[in-house]
Structure formats: C-alpha cells, structure tokens
C-alpha cells in the first residue's frame, strides 16, 4: 500500500475549493514528490482536518489544486502535556521539536536561562521561530497529526509560570527529585485527560536560581531514573514514558 502524500499549507480549505499552493507545499509535492496533473494529495491546516485533493495544475509558475473532501482527524493525546525547553543549539533543538511533536505534545515553550547558550533577538529570532514552526509541521505531516502543536514565542525563564494554564501537574526533571513517575498516578485522571507541564533545561542544565524559580512557579522535581539525560533526550523520554503510563501510549 502506497503511502499518502500529506502537506501542510497556510490556507483556508473547504470541499469545492481552487486554491493556490504556497511556493514551499508546491516545491514539496511537484519538484520533490513529482506529483503531476491528475494526481491525488493530502493538505492539512492545523483546523483538525485532513482535505483530499488533486493537483489541476502544475506549472513552472504556479500549482494549483481542487480541494475534494474533508475528513475529521482525531488523533490528538487527551493527556495534555506541555514542554518548557531550554533552547538548545540548532540541531539538537530541531529533533526536540520534532519528535515531542511526533509523541503528541499539545504545547512547548522555549526558554532563556542562566545557562542558555543561544542567544536570540530581533530577525534572527523570527527567522528561528519560523523554523521551528516549519518543523513542527513537517513532523506533523509525516506522524499524521492534523492539529500543530502550540509554539511560544521563547521567554525568560522567570516569565513561564505566569504564561502556563492554571492546575495540572508541573514538573522539572532532576536526577535527585522527589517524585518517580510511578507515583503520579494519584495526581493524574485515570482517563488520560491530565494536563502536565515538563520543564528541562538547556544543554548546560538549570542554575541554582533557575531551579529556585521553577519552584517558586510550583514545579516539583521528576527522576527519570539513574543516569543524566542530554537536554535532546530528556525530555523526549519524559514524554514518552507520560504518554506510556498515562496517555494515549497505553493503547
């Protein structure tokens, strides 16, 4: 069985629609793909649905397809989990987003701290979020999810507790924290349907002040087990193992 062809575009779609493609969805599915006129696709817009549609034209200049039907998706985890990431270095920030995307992450927070080594401002900023979001939904194409994870703007580590929901669980995760992951179960609804925010730090860890502030922002410490995490591994196990024991990985 072939696989389907999905993209994601910025537009709005509806059965019925002649639309346009973005120069980045054409260059996808014509010069990438090699799709061709009469061809059959699948676009998204974050809205939770996926469209059918078929390429009517596909030229040097423009492509142009006919939006067939909509079909709701309902693949989002009912476990809400947030991610607090320290900024990491290029790459290794690019597989968080990706894969925590991937695990069904509902939102993730980029942070400065102490111990950031990348700075951002002004248009290296934008064009780094803009990235990031090209990311997110390039993993959302290929793991099939039709709602795009919610990305911050990144903030000052000491302004996160301020910007999250109230109630739900939040976590940081320390190699010495009180909590296993076990033990949460009495914290969390037996139905998946908990919210938790995990926070990790940037490649050099948490500061004493940063841990200071996560707790003055009801973080409690979370062991993942006996050995250190890389910031690139962390907190993708974090979620995995939420997912596993109390999400929608237990299916």
Not at 43 to 48: E, I, K, M, Q, Y
Not at 77 to 95: C, F, H, N, W, Y
Request: proline share 6%; aromatic share 2%.
């Amino acid at each position: 069985m072939s696989r389907q062809v999905r993209a994601w575009v910025d537009l709005s779609l509806a059965p019925g629609a002649r639309l346009t493609l973005p120069d980045s969805a054409a260059a996808h599915l014509v010069r990438v793909l090699r799709l061709r006129e009469g061809d059959g696709c699948v676009l998204f817009n974050g809205d939770g649905h996926d469209y059918a549609a078929r390429i009517v034209e596909a030229g040097k200049r423009s492509t142009v397809i006919e939006v067939l039907d909509a079909t709701p998706v309902d693949n989002e985890s009912p476990l809400r989990v947030t991610l607090v990431q320290g900024i990491a270095r290029g790459e290794k920030m690019d597989l968080v987003l990706q894969k925590a995307t991937e695990l069904g992450v509902d939102r993730i927070v980029p942070v400065n701290s102490e111990r950031s080594e990348v700075k951002l401002d002004g248009e290296r900023l934008e064009r780094r979020v803009a990235h990031w979001r090209a990311v997110l939904a390039s993993a959302c194409e290929q793991c099939g999810r039709a709602r795009l994870p919610r990305l911050d703007a990144p903030v000052a580590l000491a302004s996160v507790g301020g910007l999250l929901d109230p109630g739900g669980l939040r976590l940081t995760l320390d190699p010495q924290g009180a909590h296993a992951l076990p033990g949460l179960a009495p914290r969390l609804p037996a139905d998946g349907s908990g919210t938790v925010v995990v926070a990790v730090g940037p490649e050099g860890g948490w500061a004493p002040r940063d841990r200071d502030r996560l707790q003055a922002a009801g973080f409690e410490g979370l062991r993942l087990g006996p050995r250190v995490l890389r910031t690139e591994t962390a907190g993708l196990a974090a979620i995995a193992a939420l997912q596993a024991l109390y999400g929608d990985l237990r299916a």
